[in-house]
């Protein structure tokens, strides 16, 4: 049994929980999640890489599915909420990241935990502390760019998804829903600015894009 397999038993239990909040240990497992696309994205890039067969199972995927189990288990707890200052940056950017073919899960798993944090985790002080680093405008023009509605950086990996193949993943899915969920939630706590945020960085236009744009199948989604 590994240590993480261990932690996953045992936070079942409030002092458990409380004891892994002592430990700040939900950034480290935030962390560990920017690690993991790491991993991943350079792993693809490798020219000795072979392509991912169709239903196999990635190199990542057993780590990203105990790291997002432990993260959902801390995320039950509301204080967690005052623990991410240095790393809520950093998850939101991974919901809206482009990835590998091989990296999706990874999206996905952030993606879930941002959800968790929606529901369970918000503050007044903390929607005011996304606002005031302007977190929803930066990701939304990453998410942009997954839509392929701006030019690619030249810094973007070669073998990461963007414009259509993106979508076909699903990477446009789990980017949009995830920020209209944060910020939509952020509207329980009478703050209105993560919606500004939202229309300033042209979200709107991004969301009309993204239905006029999908396949059938991941527009269900949305």
């Known amino acids: 049994q590994s240590d993480a397999d261990a932690l996953l038993e045992c936070l079942h239990s409030e002092k458990s929980v409380q004891k892994c909040l002592e430990t700040d240990l939900a950034p480290a497992l935030i962390q560990c999640l920017r690690l993991l696309r790491m991993l991943e994205t350079q792993y693809s890039s490798n020219s000795s890489t072979p392509p991912m067969k169709k239903g196999s199972i990635s190199i990542t995927a057993t780590a990203t599915e105990k790291v997002r189990g432990l993260l959902l288990l801390l995320f039950t707890e509301p204080k967690v909420g ?9 998850l939101l950017q991974l919901t809206g990241a482009s990835y590998p073919a091989s990296g999706i899960h990874i999206a996905s798993a952030a993606s879930d935990v941002v959800f968790s944090l929606a529901k369970k985790c918000l503050s007044t002080t903390l929607v005011w502390f996304i606002h005031e680093k302007r977190m929803i405008v930066i990701v939304t023009d990453d998410i942009k760019e997954i839509c392929g509605m ?18 076909e993943a699903g990477l446009w899915v789990i980017a949009l829903k995830t920020v209209i969920t944060l910020v939509t939630s952020s509207c329980n706590y009478n703050c209105s600015e993560l919606i500004k945020d939202f229309d300033e960085a042209g979200g709107y236009h991004v969301l009309c894009f993204t239905i006029l744009n999908s396949s059938h199948a991941n527009l269900q989604k949305l």
């Open 82 to 90: 005052s623990q991410l200052r240095s790393s809520l940056f950093g």
């Open 150 to 167: 701006t030019s690619v950086s030249s810094s973007s990996v070669k073998n990461n998804l963007y414009g259509q193949a993106a979508e």
